[in-house]
């Protein structure tokens, strides 16, 4: 499947299971008061709470397996803090380490308790990196990724002379600007479908209870 189609896949599922109105009436009926027994809060914490630690993990399996998905790509991309990002989750959710994190602390470990690394800094990366020296933010980049997108909108071209028009509105060079595009896409549909499995596990979980704002039943996963 092309990534936009895709995308356009990913926009209709989400419209469908989540359309805004419903999302308002979760949310208000989220914000009442957690003493009335028939709000959503209420039931969620109460059952959130009775079904204890161990049954909530494998409920919730599919989101841990997301998160843990998401962090992995990010350090096999090179972003050593994933490894950290991904222990501290684990320690918030009260979570075992995925395979991949508990072998890359261990080998990392073994480095430092062998002197053959000079720092902590070699296996989980050096705090904050990028952020004070980047070139440039994050607002920047969304941007120039929201600009891109529309032109291509418009009906320009996804060309070099697409990315050559943006690095002339942001100052910059053609390659950053489509470096900038397409990490901002795989960015956002990675987005988009953990959010819609997302919605799959939850429904999952509440259906059984009579308390699941998404009611119709859900189609199969997308790839």
Same mark, same amino acid.
């Given at each position: 499947?092309?990534?936009?189609?895709?995308?356009?896949?990913?926009?209709?599922?989400?419209?469908?299971?989540?359309?805004?109105?419903?999302?308002?009436?979760?949310?208000?009926?989220?914000?009442?008061?957690?003493?009335?027994?028939?709000?959503?809060?209420?039931?969620?914490?109460?059952?959130?709470?009775?079904?204890?630690?161990?049954?909530?993990?494998?409920?919730?399996?599919?989101?841990?397996?997301?998160?843990?998905?998401?962090?992995?790509?990010?350090?096999?991309?090179?972003?050593?803090?994933?490894?950290?990002?991904?222990?501290?989750?684990?320690?918030?959710?009260?979570?075992?380490?995925?395979?991949?994190?508990?072998?890359?602390?261990?080998?990392?470990?073994?480095?430092?308790?062998?002197?053959?690394?000079?720092?902590?800094?070699?296996?989980?990366?050096?705090?904050?990196?990028?952020?004070? =020296?980047?070139? @440039?933010? +994050?607002?920047?980049? #969304?941007?120039?990724?929201?600009?891109?997108?529309?032109? $291509? %909108?418009?009906?320009?071209?996804?060309?070099?002379?697409?990315?050559?028009?943006?690095?002339?509105?942001?100052?910059?060079?053609?390659?950053?600007?489509?470096?900038?595009?397409?990490?901002?896409?795989?960015?956002?549909?990675?987005? =988009?479908?953990? @959010?819609? +499995?997302?919605?799959? #596990?939850?429904?999952?979980?509440?259906?059984?209870?009579? $308390? %699941?704002?998404?009611?119709?039943?859900?189609?199969?996963?997308?790839?």
């Amino acid at each position: 499947m092309s990534r936009k189609r895709l995308d356009v896949e990913l926009d209709e599922l989400l419209a469908e299971y989540s359309p805004r109105i419903k999302r308002e009436e979760v949310w208000e009926s989220y914000l009442e008061s957690s003493n009335n027994p028939n709000s959503l809060e209420h039931k969620i914490n109460k059952y959130v709470t009775e079904i204890g630690d161990d049954e909530r993990r494998k409920i919730f399996a599919g989101i841990y397996e997301i998160a843990f998905d998401a962090y992995e790509e990010e350090y096999l991309a090179g972003d050593l803090n994933a490894l950290m990002k991904c222990i501290n989750y684990c320690c918030t959710e009260k979570l075992a380490l995925p395979s991949w994190a508990a072998d890359a602390f261990h080998q990392g470990y073994t480095k430092i308790n062998n002197c053959e690394a000079r720092s902590w800094d070699v296996i989980f990366g050096k705090p904050n990196k990028g952020k004070h =020296k980047a070139k @440039r933010s +994050e607002e920047d980049n #969304i941007k120039i990724h929201l600009y891109i997108r529309k032109k $291509i %909108s418009k009906g320009n071209p996804v060309d070099e002379g697409l990315f050559s028009d943006a690095a002339e509105q942001f100052y910059g060079c053609s390659t950053e600007m489509k470096k900038i595009y397409y990490d901002l896409e795989r960015e956002r549909l990675r987005w =988009k479908k953990s @959010r819609l +499995e997302g919605i799959r #596990i939850t429904h999952a979980a509440l259906e059984p209870l009579g $308390i %699941s704002p998404w009611q119709k039943k859900l189609r199969k996963k997308t790839k």
